[in-house]
């Protein structure tokens, strides 16, 4: 592929010239053997929803293979800043007191976005938050009892033992043991089409330009606080900036109540 070139998000160069070596020359950093060829699945980040994803198919017997453009002690994005989780639950749940109705619970939500919400979607989310934390918990992620005095939060929201790091660290000892491969420092870069099929992963690796062919590829590296773009779109209105640009939403201490995440939130 010489003569190529595309973006290093990490690095900000343009590589001019493209050697896309063997996969197989790829060393799974979890367990230290060599990446299995052509995995059954490819998922592109390595946060909560890539982690829950590679899970699920790990769990039906599928070769899966997570790219995570952070380095291993980074990995995780947003998801090993998070403290807890908000769940709906009709008795006692785990760490989680009484009750919290789908109602309420909606009501609640309602009143972060003034009110604009999707309905359908809101309560598709908050209807399946029950079944959640049991599933979590038989992943290995442990929670702990918010502290006493914290206003209702016992009966709504349910705090990760060990923060966002335990339950990232959970979720990553959970996919080893089912033999899911992560490859750290590995930013996608491409997506190759070939009609409705994904073709071809392309990504930087240790200096030099790798590919990777899976029969399907799971994208989950761009949630909504990872992407500058949507950032800085909710950010009119919000700080007062008439023209905000990406990076403005990321770094400004006004905008998004002096929001802080990752450093890897590329919004690609
Ligand atoms: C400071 C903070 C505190 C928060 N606290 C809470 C909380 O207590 N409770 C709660 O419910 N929510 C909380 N949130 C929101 C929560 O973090 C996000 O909703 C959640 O982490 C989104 O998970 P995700 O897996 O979609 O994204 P992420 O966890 O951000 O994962 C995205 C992954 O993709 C990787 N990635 C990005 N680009 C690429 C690429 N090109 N190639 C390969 N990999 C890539 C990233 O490195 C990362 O691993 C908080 C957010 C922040 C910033």
């Given at each position: 592929m010489k003569g190529s070139c595309f973006f290093d998000?990490?690095?900000?160069?343009?590589?001019?010239e493209i050697v896309i070596d063997a996969?197989?020359?790829?060393?799974?950093?979890?367990?230290?053997?060599p990446i299995q060829s052509d995995p059954d699945i490819v998922v592109i980040g390595g946060g909560n929803a890539p982690l829950c994803s590679a899970i699920t198919a790990a769990e039906v017997g599928a070769h899966v293979l997570i790219l995570e453009t952070a380095p291993k002690p980074y990995?995780?994005?947003?998801?090993?800043?998070t403290r807890n989780f908000r769940s709906m639950h009709t008795g006692s749940l785990g760490p989680l007191v009484d009750s919290y109705s789908e109602e309420e619970y909606f009501a609640d939500l309602k009143k972060v976005p003034d009110g604009k919400t999707d309905e359908h979607l809101a309560r598709l989310a908050i209807r399946t938050s029950e079944e959640c934390l049991p599933w979590m918990q038989e992943r290995g992620v442990r929670f702990q009892p918010s502290?006493?005095?914290?206003?209702?939060l016992a009966r709504t929201n349910a705090f990760f033992l060990g923060g966002g790091k335990g339950l990232v660290n959970a979720y990553y000892r959970t996919a080893q043991a089912l033999g899911v491969q992560v490859l750290y420092e590995a930013a996608v870069t491409h997506l190759e089409m070939d009609g409705d099929h994904m073709a071809r992963v392309d990504f930087p690796h240790e200096g030099a330009a790798k590919s990777l062919t899976s029969k399907s590829v799971i994208v989950a590296s761009d949630g909504f606080q990872a992407g500058t773009d949507w950032l800085a779109r909710a950010c009119v209105g919000t700080c007062g900036e008439e023209r905000p640009d990406p990076w403005h939403a990321l770094q400004s201490r006004r905008c998004l109540g002096g929001f802080s995440g990752s450093r890897r939130r590329t919004g690609r």
């Open positions: 998000s990490q690095k900000g160069f343009e590589i001019k996969h197989t020359a790829l060393i799974d950093q979890t367990s230290g053997g990995r995780g994005g947003n998801s090993r800043h502290l006493s005095g914290t206003l209702s």
